[in-house]
């Protein structure tokens, strides 16, 4: 069974050092989301994208956050300075293209834990 | 705008009796609606999902939720209740049908125990 991919499972950093995550969606998921949960709370989606471009990163704090997928298939979130606030799970999510099913259920990978000393 | 509230933070009730989980929804849209789980250590796994066809909704393991616009709710419900079932959930309202800027919300999570 297809499933989205994430790595690494576990990441430990101190403040203001730089991170990175990647993720590999379903084959053939156009639509492509990064999320961060923090312990106790729901997923907050950070951003969105369509094939390579992003829809909506208005949850995305852009000072130090940063996400591409530049070919439209994998994708990678970055955050320089990493900051104590950081701290908790980042999942991916993908999907088909809303707009051709309807319907955006989203398959999830099994996420980073991010753990800022 | 949109957005969800699941009532109860967390729900505990015994091996095989019936389990209700609430979720209340806002959308200035016709909403998608769906009901996640995550059980710990585990990834997010759909349950089940609302898409305007028929409003009672079957899911996977015996969990169903019925749409009823006009209490803007979307409860998620099982008769028996197992062991595994401990797990949390989440309730999600998006937007139907549209891909930019979709303003996909989750709810704050119920987290739900089994007593033997």
Same mark, same amino acid.
């Given at each position: 069974?297809?499933?989205?991919?994430?790595?690494?499972?576990?990441? &430990?950093?101190?403040?203001?050092?730089?991170?990175?995550?990647?993720?590999?969606? &379903?084959?053939?998921?156009?639509?492509?989301?990064?999320?961060?949960?923090?312990?106790?709370?729901?997923?907050?989606?950070?951003?969105?994208?369509?094939? %390579?471009?992003?829809?909506?990163?208005?949850?995305?704090?852009?000072?130090?956050?940063?996400? %591409?997928?530049?070919?439209?298939?994998?994708?990678?979130?970055?955050?320089?300075?990493?900051? #104590?606030?950081?701290?908790?799970?980042? #999942?991916?999510?993908?999907?088909?293209?809303?707009?051709?099913?309807?319907?955006? %259920?989203?398959?999830?990978?099994?996420?980073?834990?991010?753990?800022?000393? | 705008?949109?957005?969800?509230?699941?009532?109860?933070?967390?729900?505990?009730?015994?091996?095989?009796?019936?389990?209700?989980?609430?979720?209340?929804?806002?959308?200035?849209?016709?909403?998608?609606?769906?009901?996640?789980?995550?059980?710990?250590?585990?990834?997010?796994?759909?349950?089940?999902?609302?898409?305007?066809?028929?409003?009672?909704?079957?899911?996977?393991?015996?969990?169903?939720?019925?749409?009823?616009?006009?209490?803007?709710?979307?409860?998620?419900?099982?008769?028996?209740?197992?062991?595994?079932?401990?797990?949390?959930?989440?309730?999600?309202?998006?937007?139907?049908?549209?891909?930019?800027?979709?303003?996909?919300?989750?709810?704050?999570?119920?987290?739900?125990?089994?007593?033997?």
């Amino acid at each position: 069974e297809a499933e989205v991919a994430q790595s690494p499972r576990y990441k &430990i950093t101190e403040k203001s050092q730089a991170v990175a995550f990647w993720c590999d969606p &379903i084959s053939g998921h156009a639509t492509l989301y990064w999320y961060r949960q923090i312990l106790g709370q729901g997923p907050e989606l950070l951003v969105q994208f369509q094939d %390579e471009s992003v829809v909506d990163d208005s949850q995305l704090p852009k000072d130090r956050f940063s996400a %591409e997928r530049l070919k439209g298939v994998d994708s990678t979130l970055k955050i320089q300075p990493a900051e #104590l606030g950081d701290s908790a799970m980042y #999942l991916c999510a993908s999907s088909l293209d809303p707009r051709q099913g309807g319907v955006n %259920e989203q398959f999830f990978g099994p996420g980073t834990r991010l753990t800022v000393l | 705008a949109q957005s969800v509230t699941q009532l109860d933070s967390h729900v505990s009730v015994s091996e095989g009796t019936p389990v209700l989980l609430r979720c209340n929804y806002s959308s200035s849209y016709s909403p998608s609606l769906f009901w996640y789980v995550q059980h710990p250590n585990k990834g997010l796994q759909l349950l089940l999902k609302y898409t305007s066809a028929a409003t009672l909704v079957k899911g996977i393991n015996g969990f169903e939720a019925e749409f009823k616009k006009s209490e803007t709710s979307f409860h998620l419900t099982k008769p028996s209740a197992h062991m595994s079932d401990a797990a949390e959930y989440f309730c999600v309202v998006s937007r139907a049908g549209y891909s930019s800027a979709s303003k996909i919300i989750f709810g704050s999570g119920t987290r739900l125990s089994i007593r033997p």
